[in-house]
């Protein structure tokens, strides 16, 4: 069984160390693990790796958030991968810094990302993981705070989330969303 995992962000060292960029982080760290290494293609970056006899394909779009959904499209059908296989990975300021949440289908929240993939899919009938980067931010100021770079508390913080939330996109692939929304979605 073949997945699609997104990763959202920003191509680019200047955006590297940004909230915004915490699906380019997972995705990252997910292929570090099983020792891959992303190779450069048509409207992204892809890595693969294999857990419990499923094979992952690991997709950071180099479109910039606001086009996110044309590499999602492209590299679906490209691998012929259904829309209940993919998960995308996103920055959420809705959440507290580090909790994470998966779910099934819901709107774009505001997010550019899933903005483009919604309207590029048809659809909104797949799954997110939302990563919580907080909401400490006066109004007016969203937009420089989510491409801002991490504080050094949230920077102390992160390996451990980032492992929850790998943690949680294995379980996605290995026991399905009901049960992985279950294991994660409480803490």
């Known amino acids: ?37 992303f190779k450069t293609v048509r409207l992204g970056e ?13 997709l950071k779009p180099n479109t910039y958030m606001n086009l996110s959904g044309q590499a999602v499209k ?24 580090g909790k994470i949440r998966l779910k099934g289908k819901g709107s774009d929240g505001g997010h550019n990302g899933l903005k483009s993939i919604q309207e590029l899919l048809g659809s ?9 980067v907080g909401s400490d931010f006066k109004p007016g100021q969203q937009a420089d705070y989510v491409l801002g770079d991490w504080n050094n508390d949230e920077n102390k913080g992160l390996p451990e989330r980032i492992e929850a939330a790998k943690a949680c996109v294995l379980d996605f692939v290995s026991i399905g969303l009901g049960m992985t929304m279950t294991k994660h979605n409480g803490g």
């Not at 490209?78 to 810094?97: G, R, S, T």
């Open 124 to 132: 909104t009938n797949y799954a997110r993981l939302r990563f919580g």
């Open 46 to 58: 892809l890595a693969t790796i294999k857990h419990k006899s499923r094979v992952l394909v690991l």
């Open 1 to 37: 069984m073949k997945y699609l995992i997104i990763g959202l962000g920003n191509p680019g060292a200047k955006y590297e160390n940004t909230r915004h960029n915490i699906g380019f982080r997972v995705v990252e760290a997910l292929a570090k693990e099983k020792e891959e290494t």
């Open 74 to 97: 492209y590299w679906m059908q490209q691998e012929k991968i259904p829309i209940e296989n993919i998960l995308v990975i996103l920055d959420d300021i809705a959440l507290p810094f």
